[in-house]
């Protein structure tokens, strides 16, 4: 699944190619897009990143939000071809985006109102002090906890993992078990490692793909996801590959206390 490096490739990418740009039409080709097939078309005014949404803003007050899910992402075509598994399009005078989905799991919503923003995004508007009163105590390990997009914004299995094997801390601890100091080398670790993910134009591993087709490098950054049986960058010992609420979870337990 894109997390947040991966969506703001796309936001960025999609800024330089359409903001300012009318779109011309939109055509749906998944009747579970159904909702979308007659909104009314505008000119794009601004596109942002909320979380691991996109959300484009149109000058006729409606916002297209698209959550990509497992495998979605968007493909920008200079011609009118269809690719395979397209599920909706939008036209521009100067080319087509395309909504690439095998699995069929993206959702697309044009609504009214743009969504409430919270302060909860390490790239933007994060309230740590928040943070540390209302979800730093709570009894879940500290991995489900940064993957609750209602505590942090965008971090998904894979950046979640980095961020932990950074900080020297064990995704089997309580989140409620962390120092303030800890949780600060969490926060500060996070940031950083997300923001090389986004020079880096995202992490390849399966399905991700940038606006234009092309995979991103941050894949050759890991250093703890994807690595089993490898030996740690860290301390030299082994890492693990564990499951964890369904999902792999790489982690050294050597040096991760």
């Known amino acids: 699944m894109p997390e947040l490096p991966e969506v703001e490739t796309l936001c960025r990418q999609l800024k330089e190619k359409i903001c300012a740009r009318k779109i011309m039409a939109s055509e749906v080709y998944d009747n579970k897009l159904s909702s979308i097939k007659n909104f009314k078309t505008g000119k794009i005014e601004k596109i942002e990143r909320q979380g691991k949404t996109i959300v484009i803003h149109l000058d006729n007050g409606n916002f297209i939000k698209i959550h990509l899910r497992m495998t979605g ?3 920008w075509q200079d011609s009118i071809q269809r690719p395979g598994h397209s599920r909706w399009k939008l036209s521009f005078d100067n080319g087509c985006v395309f909504l690439v989905d095998p699995r069929r799991f993206a959702t697309v919503k044009v609504e009214k109102t743009a969504q409430e923003k919270q302060k909860n995004d390490l790239m933007a508007d994060f ?3 928040k943070f540390l009163e ?15 997009p209602k505590a942090v914004a965008g971090i998904g299995n894979i950046y ?5 094997h950074c ?7 309580l989140a409620s078990t962390l120092s303030k100091e800890e949780w600060k080398k969490i ?9 090389k993910g986004i020079e880096k134009r995202g992490t390849s591993i399966s399905d991700w793909r940038d606006l234009y087709g092309c995979p991103g490098e941050n894949q050759n950054e890991l250093k703890a ?3 089993e049986g490898k030996r740690c960058p860290t301390c030299g010992s082994t890492i693990w590959r564990i499951k964890q ?13």
């Open 73 to 75: 992402r968007l493909l």
């Open 127 to 129: 309230d740590e002090k």
């Open 134 to 148: 209302n979800q730093a105590g709570r009894k879940v390990n500290v991995k489900t906890l940064l993957m609750d």
């Open 160 to 164: 979640a993992c980095e961020i932990l």
């Open 167 to 173: 900080s020297g801390i064990s995704p089997l601890r």
């Open 187 to 195: 926060i500060s670790n996070a940031r950083r490692i997300l923001k």
């Open 225 to 227: 996801y994807g690595q």
């Open 245 to 257: 609420g369904g999902r792999s979870t790489f982690y050294c337990p050597s040096c991760q206390k």
